[in-house]
Every structure is written in C-alpha cells, then in structure tokens.
C-alpha cells in the first residue's frame, strides 16, 4: 500500500487497514450491552407494573367492602369474593399487557418506518 501510495518511509501512511473481524466483533459487542440494558429495564418495570396493579386492586378491594359483605350476606362463600378479585385483577393484568404490547409494536413500526 505504501508503493502504491508513494510513500516514503519517513512519511506517515495516508490510510487505514481494517479488518472486518473486528467491526463484527465491535457490533457484537455494542448488541450485547444492548441487550443487557433491555433485560435491566424489563426487570425493574414488571415489578413497577406489578405494585400499580396491586394498589388498583388494594383501592378496589377497599371501596367494594360494602359489596363484598352483601355478597356474603346472601350466601357467597369468600372463595367466590376472592376468585372474583382473582379473576378482575388477572384480566386487568392481561389488557395493561395487550395494549401495552400493541402501543410497543405500533411505536417501533412508526420508528422504523420514519427512520427507513
């Protein structure tokens, strides 16, 4: 390259020598460090979604003691009161998680898209 270029040997190379294992091995590693910050990020939101759900249920359960003393009153066993809030607080999990998972796809179509 040096011939080529007409360098002498006290001058400095006018060029660069890469070597396309280290571009793989440098995306491979920015992909990795990537992937370790989603797992963190993941982490620290379940448990973050988890407590909001539970105060739902908790100012449910709260507001609703009238409602579950009648239900008792008239023959409901706790089981059915706990199996209702068991099921209410299940379904609200499932819908967060739908919709959040359908505003996270819509987003990165949007994001893909705008940036091509």
């Known amino acids: 390259m040096r011939e080529s270029h007409h360098l002498g040997s006290a ?7 890469r070597n396309q294992t280290k571009l793989a091995e440098a995306a491979q590693a ?23 759900i539970m105060n739902i ?3 449910t359960v709260a507001e ?19 199996t209702q809030f068991l099921v209410e607080s299940a379904a609200m999990s499932l ?5 959040g998972a359908v505003i996270g796809f819509a987003g990165a179509l949007v994001l893909g898209r705008a940036t091509g």
């Open 11 to 17: 001058e400095a190379d006018d060029f660069s020598i």
């Open 30 to 52: 920015s992909t990795e460090v990537m992937s370790r910050l989603l797992v963190a990020i993941a982490s620290m939101s379940l448990p973050v979604g988890g407590i909001g």
């Open 57 to 59: 249920v908790l100012v």
């Open 64 to 82: 609703r003691t009238r409602e579950s003393g009648i239900r008792l009153a008239i023959g409901a066993r706790w089981s059915d009161v706990l």
């Open 95 to 99: 819908l967060g998680g739908l919709i």
